[in-house]
């Protein structure tokens, strides 16, 4: 997969991208990360990115030309979205990043100031905002969806099985997770999980799932109800 950020700050990419599974995935080649500066793109002496906005107002505000031009010297690939990263966009959850995970490129613009000119919603496809509050920069969403999106590709993750345990994959939360020692200040590890009887252990993961979901996250349990309904009804 091909990723290409179009960003302000290039700088602050660098030490995320070099570490942790996100870096061996990139050293591997299962993704690439392009960064693009809309700076190189500005055609006055000093290299202006923003101006005031039309009606007034506090802030300034993204000028159209350089995002532009970045995106537009961009290769582009059979598959391709152009992610802008907004307040005002679809919140980023697991199906998403799921669906994101199937392109062979994905472009991503991140926001600074006070916004961006509206014009550039003619060159996106997609917007997509980390949560219903604001940051200083797009940078930080564009972050956390290249992790999630990159842990998804084949090859990233050792145990591929892993990844559909994980909170969110089934609608619902996960389950808890222990290790030695058995116990620790008293407190003991659950004995099934010692049991070594597989079937029981499955079963006793799914209610503790179910059980954390209802009392940390009773909107994805009321949801998740709703989804198996509907199945049980189709079939």
Known sequence: MQIDVITLFPDFFSSPLSCGLLGKALNKGIASVNLVNPRDFTTDKHHQVDDEPYGGGVGMVLKPEPIFAAVESLPILESREVVLLSPQGQTMDQPLLRELANFEQLVLICGHYEGIDERVQNIVTREVSLGD???????????????????????????????????FEDGLLDYPHYTRPAVFRGWE??????????????QWRKEKQLEVTKKKRPDLMEKYYLELKNKNEKS
């Open 189 to 202: 590890v659950p004995p099934v999980l010692r049991s070594g009887n597989h079937k029981k252990i499955a």
């Open 133 to 167: 509050f604001v940051l200083t920069c797009g940078e930080i969403p564009a972050l956390a969806l290249i992790n999630g999106v990159i842990r998804l590709l084949p090859g990233t993750v050792g145990k591929v099985e892993s990844l559909y345990a994980d909170s």
